[in-house]
């Protein structure tokens, strides 16, 4: 089993909005349904390449969130000078961007510090169909501040940043720590377990 790996400049605004709390002005309370189902189906639409510009995600939001028009008009307002900000940043790494999703791929089937059995297993014990497919976007962000976040529907993101700190050994001449390898396998657990029995089982008091 492998994770699915994105790497685009849409995916990673996505995550670095989400990083940010940027999509958060989107929301009316904090039990906002339709906003966390719009965020999801968003950032699958991304990943897949239904939406690959600036003017694509601000439509799919003011379709989905038409109830709100004031904070949608701000907030895509806002967003086109947030993209052209990452954007920037993004085109200036997109060397090492390259070459992480490269590395990264290549680590987790790797013989010595690979994961794809241990994936294997995680979808044995939580039951999960093996169809169902684990995305992992890769977001490089100006300024890291957690590394990484199961965010539901089989979806994580893995933040980094492009610098690299003395104190660290990373893998080949990439961005990626040696001791963050099994990160994607850490969060894949997450997306799992949500999308387990055992969830549903622990969440309804029936599991036994």
């Given amino acids: 089993m492998n994770i699915e790996f994105v790497s685009t400049e849409m995916s990673g605004f996505y995550a670095y909005m989400f990083s940010n709390n940027r999509l958060n002005k989107l929301m009316i309370n904090k039990q906002d349904t339709c906003?966390?189902?719009?965020?999801k189906t968003?950032?699958?639409?991304v990943c897949v390449g239904e939406i690959?510009?600036?003017?694509?995600f601000n439509a799919f939001i003011k379709e989905k969130l038409s109830d709100r028009p004031d904070k949608v008009e701000q907030f895509c307002h806002d967003s086109i000078k947030e993209m052209q900000e990452y954007s920037?940043?993004?085109?200036r790494h997109i060397e090492p961007i390259t070459q992480y999703k490269r590395v990264i791929e290549n680590t987790q089937i790797d013989a010595q510090k690979g994961y794809s059995e241990d994936l294997a297993k995680l979808y044995d014990f939580f039951d999960v169909d093996k169809n169902f497919k684990c995305y992992g976007i890769l977001a490089p962000v100006p300024k890291k501040e957690i590394d990484g976040c199961a965010i539901g529907n089989g979806f994580f993101m893995i933040f980094?940043?492009?610098e690299k700190k003395d104190n660290e050994k990373y893998i080949e001449d990439s961005f990626l720590p040696e001791r963050k390898v099994s990160t994607p396998l850490h969060e894949a657990t997450h997306a799992l377990?949500?999308?387990s029995k055992m969830k549903q089982e622990l969440k309804n008091n029936t599991y036994c």
């Fill in 42 to 45: 968003l950032l699958s639409s």
């Fill in 193 to 195: 377990f949500e999308r």
């Fill in 160 to 162: 980094y940043d492009n």
């Fill in 88 to 91: 920037s940043f993004y085109q």
């Fill in 35 to 39: 906003f966390f189902n719009c965020m």
């Fill in 52 to 56: 690959n510009n600036i003017d694509e």
